[in-house]
C-alpha cells in the first residue's frame, strides 16, 4: 500500500510564499502522475496543478498560472509545490495525490493515492 505524505502549508499574508511537500511512501512506486487538489468551504474539490511524472509536463489552473509552481524529484518520490503571491482566495486545504495508471493529471478520478490535506491560510 503506498501513502502520500504532504508537509507545508499555514498560515501566511496576502502576497507572501508557502511551499507544500508530497512523497509517496513508497519509493519503488511508478508514478504516473502527481497533483495538488484544494477545497475550500462550501466549494467542491478542484484542481490546482500537476505533473506527468515521467515526462515532466506539467499543467496549472488559471487562478495559479504564474504565482504556482509544481516541481519534482525524482528520486525521493516526491514533489514541490511552490505557492507565490498567495491571495486569499487561496485560502483552502490542499491536497496532494498520486496516480500509478494513466489518466488526466486535471480529474481527480485519476488518482488512487491521496494524502490527509494540508491548511492552507491567506489574510488579507
Known amino acids: 500500500q503506498v501513502q502520500v505524505v504532504e508537509s507545508g502549508g499555514g498560515l501566511v499574508q496576502a502576497g507572501g510564499s508557502l511551499r507544500l511537500s508530497c512523497a509517496a511512501s513508497r519509493r519503488s512506486f511508478d508514478i504516473y502522475a502527481m497533483a495538488w487538489f484544494r477545497q475550500a468551504p462550501g466549494k467542491e474539490r478542484e484542481f490546482v496543478a500537476g505533473?506527468?511524472?515521467?515526462?515532466?509536463?506539467?499543467n496549472y489552473a488559471d487562478s495559479v498560472k504564474g504565482r504556482f509552481t509544481v516541481s519534482q524529484d525524482n528520486a525521493k518520490s516526491a514533489g514541490i509545490l511552490q505557492m507565490n503571491n498567495l491571495k486569499p482566495e487561496d485560502t483552502a486545504v490542499y491536497y496532494c495525490a498520486a496516480a500509478a495508471t494513466s489518466g488526466s493529471v486535471r480529474e481527480p478520478s485519476t488518482y488512487a493515492y491521496w494524502g490527509q490535506g494540508t491548511q492552507v491560510t491567506v489574510s488579507s
Open positions: 505533473v506527468y511524472w515521467k515526462i515532466g509536463v506539467r
